[in-house]
């Protein structure tokens, strides 16, 4: 199972860029890569997903390098309402079973 | 816009028994999952569906059982509640691998 690394937090200053880095050493050829975004009392909601170099859309952008055993979610701009933690997805398929791993979150604060 | 509904945000139960947490998804999603969050642990998937009357077991399925007799509903069973499966249960669906999930808001279940 590709099993998934984030920093536990991070703090950062409205306004600025914010680039949070996962990494999945094992991902395999077929797995996605996908992040979510959590407040306090309610369920993750999608961000984005990627499978290789760069994804963005109008929140975020994803950037995946060629060996794909890392990836980096980048916010840009952010403001106190981005505060929230962030949970990096690697989804695994092996015949019928898929096996879900979310890593640990980031804690993203931000600051005004 | 898409919708998984959990039945109740808030329960508290005795140790001992029954407990079904119902979730229902209106998008004709074919996979649906049961996470638990807990602080410091993330979450943790207990048992996934990718189809009617099929499960799988997740990461920690242990005291849980789950039912999916139609499509659109995906119920989690605690057979008998004990204090450890005090936690926050999030139901989500998915339309099918490697797409995104859609989370439901929880269920914040406390077993005295």
């Known amino acids: 199972l590709a099993k998934t690394t984030q920093p536990i937090s991070m703090d950062s200053y409205e306004g600025q860029e914010v680039n949070i880095t996962c990494s999945h050493n094992?991902?395999?050829?077929?797995?996605?890569i996908t992040w979510y975004q959590q407040f306090p009392s309610q369920g993750p909601r999608f961000i984005i997903q990627?499978?290789?170099t760069k994804v963005t859309n109008e929140v975020a952008s994803l950037f995946i390098p060629a060996d794909r055993k890392s990836s980096t979610l980048s916010l840009p701009r952010v403001s106190l309402s981005d505060t929230a933690v962030y949970y990096c997805?690697?989804?695994?398929?092996?015949?019928?079973?898929?096996?879900?791993?979310f890593g640990s979150g980031t804690q993203l604060t931000v600051l005004p | 816009d898409v919708k998984v509904t959990q039945s109740s945000r808030y329960l508290v139960k005795r140790t001992g028994e029954k407990v079904f947490l119902e979730c229902v998804q209106d998008?004709?999603?074919?996979?649906m999952f049961w996470y638990r969050q807990d602080p410091g642990l993330g979450l943790r998937l207990i048992y996934f569906s990718y189809d009617v009357k099929m499960k799988e077991k997740g990461d920690i399925p242990e005291g849980y059982s789950v039912s999916r007799e139609k499509k659109e509903r995906f119920s989690l069973i605690l057979e008998s509640a004990s204090t450890n499966q005090t936690s926050m249960y999030l139901c989500?669906?998915?339309?099918?691998?490697?797409?995104?999930?859609?989370f439901g808001s929880g269920t914040r279940l406390t077993v005295v």
């Open positions: 094992n991902i395999a050829t077929n797995d996605y």
């Open positions: 989500a669906s998915q339309e099918a691998t490697n797409y995104g999930y859609t």
């Open positions: 998008m004709d999603h074919e996979n």
């Open positions: 997805l690697v989804e695994q398929s092996s015949g019928s079973a898929r096996q879900l791993t």
């Open positions: 990627g499978y290789k």
